[in-house]
């Protein structure tokens, strides 16, 4: 419907300023108009941006609600779509408006031109337009913030396997955000003003804090390294914490609890927040930063405008001041993804692959999930260009580098190139399979019905920690004696349960620590563990670990202490780990206490009899059946003991002997009863 104005000829359409900014024409711009009949949908909600027309301060508050009911009864049976401009005069002010988002009470056919027609029904809400000079108030739910940014998901973020992570971030740091300050004000609440990102390097964290300051429509997030705060003068590290706060300070000042919000990020806060007193030769600095932040976040002026992000691998480092409640007291693990976590990461990282059929369709990421256990997201990333970097060098001749000729219509990476790629790549919390090889070099040797009954019983433990949901934690002891195979009967329960954490624990990699370094090792593995859903930690040879001595007796016992902490310590929520301690001296172990730390006890034993003595002989495919039987008769007498590793090692240097194996045989174990017995 057309209405005739003085000065506009027939058949001319007059458009003001709004309308041109919206069009995006210019005055002497010709115009194509034809009718449109649009579909009659009705607008349930409609949101607009206002602010004064000419940018001006005013101490007048202007009531939202009134603004409304002045727009539905001004512009009602009026249509009106999503970027749409708009001017009103209201209380002798003129004032500019803007469609920022539209909802329909029935979703439109044409998601890309949504349009709604304004009904005394739809629903007004008025929100500031950023870095506008309008103050609002309103009784009702008329007056609201964007803090947040309309279009955006995670998985374009380029963040993956982290959603309930996101969600306690908003829950508790941006929720109460949303509404508007008044609403905040009669609970009698404030904001949370801190976040603690914490969890193992590469899960992600730095990626967070600055996704999520893209994602908020505040000031431009103020990012900074822990170092970069340290200075060379006296005094310039506080002065430098109070000017990140200083741009939050004078809007506050000015504007109260509308400033916008302005997001201050700490990457490595550990390096300059430890905890007080416990930092020498650095003249205080490191306390005067705490204090000079503790009080910019929770101080005498305290700011309700600002959200410190502090990220970290190392949480126990930071002063405890700084965790309570008022400061950071968001707490969020980062911590490794799960298989759909992984998953999620990997169609992150080969979303540009896939869409430009560059990855091959062998390539299962499903089944990289699965086999990508303990990987953290940037290990996951270091896979993806792994496998790149092998779909390169198809193309490539190393040989004459000079005269490539690439082909990238034939580029893509295949199954075979993700593969090779998890070869290259280690996980940090993963498995090292090169110390678990040392520890079982010559496999496992069921040499008797006594033995194959300790392997069963391992095997029922890892069954265990992994369906029961009443023991998180089951330790188990593997006494036995010197060479026994406890060790290697360890480290082969722990390579064969599957888990995703597995780790050795041995004095011979803590050769040369301090008992506070060992302690701290030792602590760290057990921390890690805390880490993975399923873990299992071989404690080898404990007596040696506390560096026990018989004569005295002498022993370590700061990491004594360590030990019996950590074997009663229950793993978190949602995390298993089964302990695995060899010992050699049983009888130092009770004394010690050691022994009340364990569920259970497994004895290794000893080889005592000659059908055990004949199957080692068979196992190591040293002798046929019948010489076997010879060599048991020659060798072993009844009342003859031996461990496994004394045996395997007489065998071996039998054979390096000339002559008769049998004959060598006997004489080396007759050597060793002199040498031992």
């Known amino acids: 419907m057309f209405s005739k104005s ?60 009134l603004i409304a009911q002045h727009i539905i009864r001004d512009y009602a049976n009026q249509y009106f779509t999503e970027g749409q401009q708009m001017y009103i005069n209201f209380d002798q002010c003129n004032m500019k408006l803007q469609v920022s988002k539209l909802e329909l009470t029935k979703e439109s056919g044409d998601p890309l031109n949504k349009q709604g027609l304004l009904s005394t029904t739809t629903q007004v809400i008025l929100v500031k337009m950023e870095n506008g000079s309008m103050d609002l108030e309103s009784n009702g739910p008329m007056v609201t913030k964007e803090i947040f940014k309309q279009e955006w998901d995670f998985q374009n973020m380029g963040i993956g396997g982290l959603d309930r992570e996101f969600q306690d971030i908003f829950r508790r740091a941006f929720a109460s955000r949303i509404y508007p300050p008044a609403i905040i004000a009669k609970m009698g609440v404030q904001h949370v003003k801190g976040i603690l990102l914490f969890g193992p390097p590469g899960t992600g964290k730095t990626l967070i804090a600055r996704q999520i300051s893209k994602m908020l429509n505040g000031r431009e997030p103020k990012i900074v390294s822990g170092p970069e705060v340290l200075g060379r003068y006296v005094g310039q590290p506080e002065e430098n914490i109070r000017n990140l706060f200083k741009d939050a300070e004078i809007e506050y000042k000015q504007r109260g609890d509308d400033s916008q919000l302005h997001v201050i990020i700490f990457d490595e806060i550990d390096s300059i927040c430890k905890t007080r007193g416990t930092k020498t030769g650095d003249a205080g600095v490191n306390d005067s930063i705490v204090n000079q932040l503790l009080a910019k976040i929770e101080g005498v002026e305290s700011l309700n405008n600002i959200l410190v992000i ?322 048991t008769k020659a060798c072993f007498p009844e009342g003859t003991t031996i461990t496994i590793k004394q045996l395997i090692m007489v065998i071996e240097m039998a054979r390096q002997e000339r002559g008769n194996l049998i004959d060598n045989l006997k004489m080396e174990l007759a050597d060793l009863q002199t040498r031992y017995f």
């Open 6 to 65: 003085n000065g506009i000829p027939p058949g001319h359409i007059g458009l003001s300023k709004a309308h041109r900014m919206w069009l995006q024409f210019g005055l002497k711009d010709e115009l194509n108009v034809h009718a449109y009949d649009p579909e009659p949908l009705l607008a349930a909600t409609l949101t607009f941006k206002i602010d004064y027309l000419a940018a001006k301060k005013s101490s007048v508050k202007h009531d939202a609600k």
């Open 310 to 631: 502090g990220m970290t691998n190392r949480k126990d480092m930071i002063d405890e001041a700084l965790l309570r409640p008022g400061r950071l007291e968001v707490h969020v693990e980062i911590s490794l993804p799960d298989e759909p976590g992984r998953e999620q990461i990997f169609k992150i990282h080969t979303a540009k692959m896939m869409a430009n059929k560059m990855l091959s369709q062998d390539v299962d990421l499903r089944y990289m999930a699965a086999h990508t256990k303990n990987f953290s997201g940037a290990e996951i990333e270091g896979v993806v260009k792994a496998a790149t970097s092998y779909a390169f060098a198809r193309q490539v001749d190393t040989k004459n580098i000079r005269n490539v000729q690439l082909k990238p219509e034939e580029l893509n990476v295949n199954a075979s190139d993700f593969n090779r790629a998890l070869r290259d790549i280690k996980p940090a919390f993963g498995v090292d399979e090169e110390q678990f090889r040392n520890y079982a070099i010559n496999g496992i040797i069921q040499f008797g019905p006594t033995f194959e009954k300790i392997q069963a019983s391992g095997q029922a433990f890892i069954d265990q920690v992994r369906n029961s949901s009443r023991t998180p934690l089951v330790s188990v002891l593997l006494p036995g004696k010197q060479g026994s195979g406890k060790s290697s009967l360890a480290s082969t329960l722990a390579s064969k349960s599957g888990f995703p954490y597995i780790r050795i624990i041995s004095p011979d990699d803590l050769v040369g620590f301090t008992e506070a370094a060992k302690s701290a090792k030792i602590t760290k593995i057990f921390e890690d563990s805390y880490r993975s859903p399923l873990s299992c930690i071989v404690v080898d040879d404990i007596e040696r670990l506390i560096e026990f001595v018989p004569i005295g007796p002498r022993f370590s016992n700061t990491i004594l202490q360590t030990l019996m902490v950590l074997f009663k310590r229950t793993p978190p929520s949602g995390r298993k780990l089964l302990v695995l301690a060899t010992t050699s001296n049983r009888e130092a172990i009770r004394d010690l206490g050691l022994d009340e730390c364990f569920a259970t006890a497994l004895n290794v034993p000893s080889i005592t009899r000659p059908e055990e003595f004949k199957n080692v002989l068979l196992e190591l495919d040293v002798f046929s059946s019948s010489e076997a039987d010879a060599a």
